[in-house]
């Protein structure tokens, strides 16, 4: 295999596994499969994340997706699910 088609698969598997983290999160539910409104949340976590307030932001969304993740694992589910 070309190393061009290796490194196409790679980005092709990380974007699938953020298409993976939207529907988990239940993004795409809550949104109603909005594309308009994901794409505005998502700038609006850039412009979070760029502000003043990005070193905080980025703490705390991080905790909460460890925690999500270990409940994930532990069969818990985020979000109440």
Same mark, same amino acid.
């Given at each position: 295999?070309?190393?061009? /088609?290796? &490194?196409?698969?790679?980005?092709?598997?990380?974007?699938?596994? $953020?298409?993976? $983290?939207?529907?988990?999160?239940?993004?795409? +539910?809550?949104?109603?499969?909005? %594309?308009? #409104?994901?794409?505005?949340? #998502? $700038?609006?976590?850039?412009? @979070?994340? /760029?502000?003043?307030?990005?070193?905080?932001? %980025? &703490?705390?969304?991080? &905790?909460?997706? @460890?925690?999500?993740? +270990? &409940?994930? /694992?532990?069969?818990?589910?985020? #979000?109440? %699910?």
């Amino acid at each position: 295999m070309r190393n061009w /088609q290796v &490194e196409r698969r790679k980005r092709t598997r990380h974007l699938i596994e $953020l298409g993976g $983290l939207l529907v988990k999160s239940r993004v795409v +539910e809550l949104t109603g499969d909005d %594309r308009a #409104l994901i794409y505005g949340a #998502l $700038l609006w976590m850039a412009d @979070k994340l /760029q502000s003043d307030q990005g070193d905080h932001a %980025r &703490e705390v969304w991080a &905790e909460k997706g @460890k925690r999500a993740f +270990e &409940e994930d /694992q532990k069969g818990d589910g985020p #979000l109440g %699910r």
